[in-house]
């Protein structure tokens, strides 16, 4: 029996958490020594079209790994948004109306068919839960699937789509223990069900030049860093409104800028449009630098299951400031002792201070993230996890997985 990992979309240079924990965990897990395939659709990606075929449908090699593709119908995608705006607004969807989302996110009946053709020949992970490859692929294989959830508290992880997605699958890798007590508080997850809580793996990279990126970018102060996608569902805008009250209100105001990096555009009216630096995607090594020579990294988002700009900031011994209203970054931060956690504007504009006022302290903190990182997430830590549980699975289903030694 081979490892198999079920993607909505997959092809190296995808963005998205999700699908670059898949194909780093896909290479590791083949370093390691398994056999490990990948069944997907014929969609680019998530910001392609949901109903066309980007690649052909068939059977791929793709660096060494074999990838099963299968052709995607088309969909009503008004229908789509118009359900999709309810549950991002927490309205509830009617049963009917919850048949008909999860019908129009994308259909797939050949991958589906394919699943439960395949179901006794491999061990399916299933990554992330949102999609109709999961909620849809978990019941095609049953106790041979083991879900990555990278579950989030929004509208979708209470459909009764993914309640019954969680409650059928054989096991669950948590990324922290504040997604695992989410999802044990939200279904009824059977006893018998291997849950785990692993994190996820990190390269641990040497940090960048501390001096490098504000040289090149012509930043002639302190600054704070944020690096991820500008939208509202990162809480971006909040923190450009926290920012602007740290430049109204602070005796630092005029000697720490803010700079974000990533996709989007800040569109939150600026009180001091020079205190901000605002990039789009930069190359890793400018990022890596970024990292290095940043008083902190400021992630303002509620919405995680694990966050890898945290543990670049970590790796680079830098002290991060998280939203105190996100279970996942405040979990981090308590264990880690790695950093500042604010509720509003006020303990916002009070830990920048603090930070610039201590820069000892903040030190030891960037070192105690440091410490974190490397002792729970290397790729060492989390492949030696990965075979724990394939073992679990195996002795439990009675299983051969195929490992080439």
């Known amino acids: 029996m081979k490892l198999a990992f079920v993607v909505p979309w997959f092809g190296k240079g995808i963005s998205g958490g999700a699908e670059s924990e898949s194909i780093r965990t896909i290479e590791k897990l083949v370093e390691a020594g398994y056999v490990v395939e ?77 699943l439960y053709r395949e179901k006794n020949n491999y061990l399916f992970f299933f990554i992330p839960y949102l999609f109709p490859t999961t909620y849809d692929g978990v019941p095609m294989v049953g106790r041979n699937s083991v879900v990555i959830p990278c579950l989030h508290d929004e509208g979708y992880a209470f459909l009764s789509i993914t309640k019954q997605m969680m409650e059928q699958a054989g096991a669950v890798i948590y990324h922290t223990h504040s997604e695992q007590r989410l999802a044990e508080k939200s279904y009824d997850l059977p006893a018998d069900q291997i849950q785990v809580v692993m994190g996820e793996g990190v390269e641990l990279e040497q940090p960048g030049d501390p001096d490098a990126f504000a040289k090149k970018y012509g930043i002639n102060s302190q600054y704070v860093l944020y690096a991820g996608r500008k939208t509202p569902g990162k809480n971006t805008p909040q923190l450009i409104s926290y920012w602007n009250e740290f430049q109204w209100r602070s005796g630092n105001a005029d000697y720490l800028k803010l700079v974000t990096i990533g996709p989007g ?97 903040a030190a030891v903190m960037g070192a105690g993230g440091q410490r974190y990182v490397q002792s729970r997430f290397s790729w060492d830590v989390i492949i030696e996890k990965y075979v724990e549980l394939i073992e679990q699975m195996a002795a439990k289903n009675q299983l051969e997985i195929e490992r080439i030694v």
């Open 265 to 361: 555009r800040n569109t939150t009216h600026l009180l001091n449009e020079g205190s901000l630096i605002d990039l789009d995607y930069v190359s890793e090594e400018d990022k890596r630098n970024a990292f290095a020579g940043a008083l902190a990294f400021c992630h303002p988002s509620t919405k995680e299951s694990f966050s890898l700009v945290l543990m670049e900031s970590w790796l680079a011994q830098k002290p991060v400031l998280v939203n105190g209203f996100s279970p996942v970054l405040v979990e981090h931060v308590k264990l880690s002792n790695g950093g500042l956690y604010y509720a509003n504007a006020e303990e916002f504009i009070g830990m920048l201070d603090w930070l610039m006022d201590h820069p000892e302290e």
């Open 38 to 114: 990948v069944f997907s659709t014929c969609i680019k990606d998530f910001h392609g079209d949901w109903s066309q075929n980007h690649h052909r449908p068939g059977t791929t090699v793709e660096a060494g790994i074999t990838v099963h593709r299968y052709p995607v119908l088309p969909r009503d995608k008004a229908e789509y948004d118009r359900l999709n705006q309810k549950i991002i607004g927490r309205m509830r969807l009617s049963a009917e109306e919850e048949v008909t989302f999860a019908n129009e996110f994308f259909k797939s009946p050949e991958l589906l068919h394919a």
